[in-house]
């Protein structure tokens, strides 16, 4: 939310800088994100001053231009060039000092430099209204009144003031705080408790209004639960043009565009008081009445857009008598029923509508508007007649109406301020601080917040009905110390705290230490969003449709459901760095997945903690040494998958061959139907239409399982072996279909006690010499025994039996 301080102050006397107004209102709860300075116009009017001619000579050969000495009230009388043919000595003239921007003839800023005309030196410019962008003409210089004082600033004298505009993160719960009135409330209150205790509020006067005492215009609303309150007024005699500059400039600086005077001013009401309103032209409403009704499903209404749309049956519509829509209640006007150029009558609506419907018709047609995020909110139902009187007010005062009827006001239930039990002893419980029951009362009331049936212990609290999310002790007690200041709190000198028995094995500390183990390779963490675009599921990768957790955003629709794998957000990582010239990355991220199950009792939805490895690019950093390996590959991957299993202490698992997607071809290690890890190639058409240029390699781990594993790893100690270890190699003839993996868990199992390590060291295809679908490994094996050393005939039956299994299960033949 946008806050003007200009706008501010005219509520309240507080001269304070935007940093120390910033810390105010983040110890109130008004987090400020930042502000900006914002000028009224593109023009320097602060470097632009009254002045007044003093000389002026008509420069010779040349027809137009003057040499002028003017005094611009700094002491300094400067010597200016002037071309307008109406300067004369004696004039009161604007002066544009030297680095000031103006506008120049075809409406582009220069900046006003010292310099020489025709050998003359000029030192500022004396200006037309074109120049300074207070109109159009550039016939001639603008001309002050002969009592204009020398040396004022431009901006203070058409009062157009820089504004600091405050950007103010806005939580949900605070819908007092959605306008200016209710941040100066906020503000007034910091200011009784911590300054000044007689500090005032001035609130707009709407005392003067006075309706008018035609027949009203008939409203009937017939959905009360949709719309607890509903005022209006009809309005004469409008005349919808431009609004007047200060009222734009209001507007512009917090982010709203200008529109015509009539709209502006609900427009600005609203920003002021938190009160949505709607004009309505008179004339576009038919049957002479109004109703407010939901309509038939899939009844058509195009929206001031022009945007044909198809209503929901529980979408609130403002209708004219015959039930003709003419607005959807609290989010969009309608094309055809808004103020234009040529409406004379206008009927000003004014009204509260029920937070839940406006938000689900605003999420279903996707209408995030500035009057649906206010009444998202929560709009205060007893503010409605107030904030009408001031726009009608300021309608009669601005556009010319009068107003014409007396005010409609339909309130059934009226909404009494909520009533909170208070106990003195538990809000000081709360608080950590011993307050004073004076205090405790005084910051309340500063609030607006009533007090009534007190006693020496406790009180009860009447909450105003702008508050609506303060219905418990707790959320009083909230209300008080964000007055009182969270940072006035004194800090214990003791501090109690209870044993806590973790998790074994802390997930946390396990996710660290991955983390950690990776980060010393070299890999950077990432971290995407858990929302993602269906489309990738639905055109690049196998999930089905029904195993999607969509979800209704509004704000971005592109991210639509709640992603299914890690996958396609570390791809977008690797685009974003490809087409940053970072090609070669190495990223790992932890984070969950979502699908949804479909079981006998409706559907389920499972999350899985997920760390995802991707790599890509060149193997090593650019360097004068030679490298084996170029780019990154399959056994790269492998690699750190690995050496991650081992420093987390995780053996024994099984190993299987897939191809399917998203792999070209991958690697499953798991214990059963247990995954730990799955890794590979992506498919190289995924990484093409995700406009990837080099291989992408994708391990992604099932960490909730992984820290499963480590909850039944057992830490056992060994010493290390005084007795010699022994090497043997074979040379395995196998069909292609074998993998290295399947012949180390035969060896494992097989030589069990003995054998220490497998590895493969060389692999040879040649089908002249092996025969067809063959291919040779050559495999070594390392035994050893921790009592005694092991003798050549030991190591010979060993490898006998490994022999045995090899032929007899993978049908291999040995190599002599």
Known sequence: MKLSLNWLRDYLDIHKTPAEIADILTSLGLEVEGWDEVKPSAVDLDKVRSGIVLECERIPDTDHLSATKVDAGDGVIRSIVCGAPNVAAGQKVWVALPGANVFSKDGSLFTIAERKVRGIASQGM????????????????????????????????????????????????????????????????????????SATLRTPDTSTFTPGTAAALPVLVENTEACPRYAGITLRGVKVEESPEWLQQRLLAVGQRPINNVVDITNYVRIETGQPLHAFDLAAIRGAGIRVKTLP???????????????????????????????IAGVFGGAHSGVTETTTDVFLESACFNAR?????????????????????????????????????????????????????????????????????????????????????????????????????????????????????????????????????????????????QQRPNPDAIRNFAADSLATLGYLECMNMSLSNSAYYRDLLPVPADALVMVHNTANQG????????????????????????????????????????????????????????????????????????????????????????????????????????????????????????????????????????????ADFNFDNVLKALGVNKISFTELNKFPTVRRDLALVLDRSVGFGDIRQLALKTAKKALRDVNLFDVFEDEKKLGEGKKSYAVSFTFEDHEKTLQDKDIDALMQQLQYAFESKLKASIRQ
């Open 559 to 698: 991210l639509d459901c709640m992603r299914p794998t890690l996958l396609m957000g570390g791809l977008e990582t690797i685009r974003h760095n490809q087409n940053r010239q970072n090609p070669d990355v190495r990223l790992f991220e932890f984070g969950k997945t979502f699908v949804r199950q479909n079981a006998e009792n409706g559907p389920k939805f499972r999350e899985t903690l997920r760390l995802s490895i991707l790599i890509s690019g060149a193997h090593n950093t650019e360097s004068w040494q030679p490298s084996a390996k170029k780019q990154v590959d399959f056994y790269t991957l492998k690699t750190v998958v690995n050496n991650l299993l081992q420093r987390l202490g995780i053996a024994g698992y099984q190993e299987t061959t897939l191809n399917e997607a998203p792999y070209n071809y991958a690697l499953k290690y798991h214990r059963g139907e247990q995954e730990l890890v799955t890794f590979g190639q992506v498919q190289t058409s995924i990484s093409k239409k995700m406009d990837i240029k080099n291989a992408v390699f994708f």
């Open 126 to 197: 004396i200006c037309a209204e074109d120049e300074l962008g207070l109109g159009h003409d550039h016939a001639g210089i603008m001309v002050l009144p002969a009592d204009t004082p020398v040396g004022l600033r431009a901006d203070n004298f058409y009062q157009r003031n820089t504004d600091t505009v405050l950007e103010i993160g806005l939580t949900p719960n605070r819908a007092d705080a959605t306008n200016h009135l209710g941040v100066a409330r906020d503000l007034l209150a910091w200011m009784r408790h911590h300054e000044n205790p």
């Open 297 to 327: 499903e899939g009844t058509q209404f195009v929206t001031l857009d022009g945007t044909e749309r198809k209503l929901h049956a529980e979408d609130l519509m403002i209708c004219d008598a015959l039930d003709t829509p003419l607005c």
């Open 357 to 501: 419907y406006i938000r689900r018709t605003m999420l279903r047609h996707g209408l995030r508007t500035d009057a649906a995020w206010s009444f998202e909110k929560g709009v205060d139902p007893n503010g409605t007649i107030f904030a009408l009187q001031r726009a009608a007010q300021l309608i009669e005062n601005l556009a010319g109406g009068k107003a014409d009827t007396p005010i409609t006001d339909l309130y059934p239930d009226p909404v009494a301020p909520a009533k909170v039990a208070m106990r003195y002893d538990r809000i000081n419980s709360l608080i950590g601080e011993n307050l004073s029951a004076k205090t405790i009362k005084n910051i309340l009331l500063a609030l607006e917040i009533g007090i009534s049936h007190e006693t020496a212990e406790s009180f009860t609290a009447l909450i105003p009905t702008n508050k609506p999310d303060v219905t418990r002790e707790a959320d009083v007690v909230e209300e008080i110390l964000r007055v009182h200041g969270l940072d006035t709190v004194p800090i214990p000198t003791q501090i109690r705290s209870s044993m806590e028995v």
